[in-house]
């Protein structure tokens, strides 16, 4: 079995926004020489997700807005009980909850095995600072 694991960073300048990661991570599936297996990417900061879906940017567009009105910015320690910690962030830990995590995809024949339209994001809700993605692909 083969594997590679590499660390992608991202500073994204605002505080939410939505970076088309696959090409970077289609470059580790290559470097990584598996024909068969498996792709795992994971946001590995707990303001920021890791996503499929279109890169249309109506579609970017309607998510900041929907995840605004899910979880809207606050920095005061009112609304959100997290920020009497001394931060500002408590929105970007909910709207990371709501994107999700990770995503694994399939490898066959030495691609992403994608449906149709499908691109991988990178999804920063607290954004102005380095932050890490895990990218790990397995297989033959």
């Known amino acids: 079995m083969k594997s590679r694991t590499e660390y992608l ?4 300048p605002e505080r939410m926004d939505f970076v088309n990661i696959t090409p970077d991570v289609e470059r580790v599936v290559q470097e990584a020489g598996v024909r068969e297996g498996l ?3 994971n946001a590995m900061h707990i303001t920021a997700s890791v996503f499929i879906n279109d890169d249309e940017p109506g579609l970017l567009a309607d998510y900041k807005r929907w995840l ?6 606050d920095a005061s320690p009112d609304t959100y009980h997290h920020n009497r910690t001394g931060e500002d962030n408590g929105d970007a830990h909910h709207k990371r909850q709501i ?3 990770e995503v694994v995809v399939a490898i066959t024949e030495g691609k992403l095995d994608f449906g149709p339209w499908e691109r991988i994001f990178y999804g920063e ?3 102005r600072r380095p932050k890490r993605v895990l990218v790990k692909v397995i297989g033959e």
Request: charged share 20%; net charge neutral.
């Open 39 to 41: 792709c795992l990417v």
């Open 99 to 101: 994107m999700g995590r």
């Open 68 to 73: 605004e009105k899910l979880a809207p910015f």
């Open 9 to 12: 960073t991202f500073t994204v």
């Open 125 to 127: 809700f607290d954004g």
